[in-house]
């Protein structure tokens, strides 16, 4: 079982759609979670991140993260084209442990 | 702020050939570097990592080496290049807050 799990898509939704993102993981010690953009071709860049259970929002996008289930979400909510982009869960137990990626969800909204 | 350089963009190399990719970071001081590979429905590989000049832990056995000759600079090498090399490599720092990673713009490497 890897330790965490990302379904890969493709995610395919109509412009201002609510879109729902979503990783499990099987390791209890993660503490730190994190959502990267990536674009074709290009590295991923930190959308958002959370420590520990609950909700944290930014704009158009929320991350929400369930310790007792050991299950994350990133929404977003109004999706727009240039949302269009793979989207990778990271988490890390924090103190200098090394961070754990998912294999990235392809997100394409229509216009 | 931090700024991550990487070059060259794109390399096609012939398999057997060497490896030389070059990182270089702005904007801080004795970061932690970290080099990863992205491998088509694979995800992020985590390849080498270090904490300071000369330091260079591996976390998978295989044909690359990394050094880090200076504080802002991390090489990521190969004496002979096999087809499996393949891939986006990204070189990373580790943030100050909770170990998040800050990418650069990635190599994409082809061996043929």
């Known amino acids: ?6 379904d890969p898509g493709p995610l395919s939704v109509p412009e201002g759609a609510i879109v729902s993102l979503n990783c499990t993981y099987s390791n209890s010690a993660f503490q730190y979670f994190m959502w990267y953009r990536q674009y074709s071709r290009k590295g991923p860049e930190l959308l958002m991140y959370t420590y520990s259970s609950g909700n944290k929002e930014d704009g158009r996008f929320t991350a929400q993260v369930d310790k ?3 299950y994350i979400s990133l929404f977003i909510r109004d999706s727009q084209p240039s949302d269009s982009a793979t ?5 890390t137990s924090g103190g200098y442990q090394k961070v754990t990626f998912g294999t990235g969800t392809k997100l394409q909204v229509i216009p | 702020s931090q700024t991550i350089h990487q070059w060259p963009a794109t390399l096609v190399q012939p398999v057997g050939s060497p490896l030389s990719l070059e990182c270089t970071v702005e904007g801080t001081s004795n970061p932690n570097l970290y080099w990863y590979r992205q491998a088509a429905g ?3 590989q985590l390849l080498f990592y270090s904490v300071g000049i000369g330091q260079i832990s591996s976390e ?3 044909n690359l080496s990394a050094s880090r000759p200076q504080d802002r600079q991390f090489i990521l ?8 090399d ?14 998040e990673q800050f990418f650069g713009p990635g190599t994409r490497l082809t061996v043929l």
């Open chain 2, 77 to 84: 090498s190969s004496k002979k290049l096999l087809l499996s």
């Open chain 1, 68 to 70: 007792s289930s050991k």
């Open chain 1, 1 to 6: 079982q890897k330790e965490v799990e990302q």
């Open chain 1, 87 to 91: 989207y990778l869960c990271a988490m």
């Open chain 2, 42 to 44: 694979r995800g992020l």
């Open chain 2, 86 to 99: 393949s891939g986006f490599y990204l070189c990373a720092l580790m943030g100050e807050a909770y170990n």
């Open chain 2, 60 to 62: 998978v056995p295989q």
